[in-house]
């Protein structure tokens, strides 16, 4: 099962954008992440097309299963 860590963003033009991380850290830590989005906000790190990332929004784990089907 795979796992990916999204990070969700306000932008000044008041658009989602969101950051996704492969793999994450487990067990989560809700502190954790909200820091490292509050440095992310800090630096200003990103530019989008709705314009900078102005607030945080959520974060979520998504999980994925795969599930081959052997066909012939």
Known sequence: MAKTLELQFNTRDNK????????PVEPINP???AAA????????CFTTSG???V???GARIIERNENDIIIG
């Not at 989602?16 to 793999?23: A, K, Q, R, Y």
């Not at 989005?37 to 200003?44: K, P, V, W």
């Open 16 to 23: 989602p954008f969101s950051i996704t991380l492969s793999d």
């Open 31 to 33: 502190a954790a992440i």
């Open 37 to 44: 989005m509050d440095t992310l906000l800090a630096q200003n």
């Open 51 to 53: 314009g900078d990332l």
């Open 55 to 57: 607030s945080k929004k």
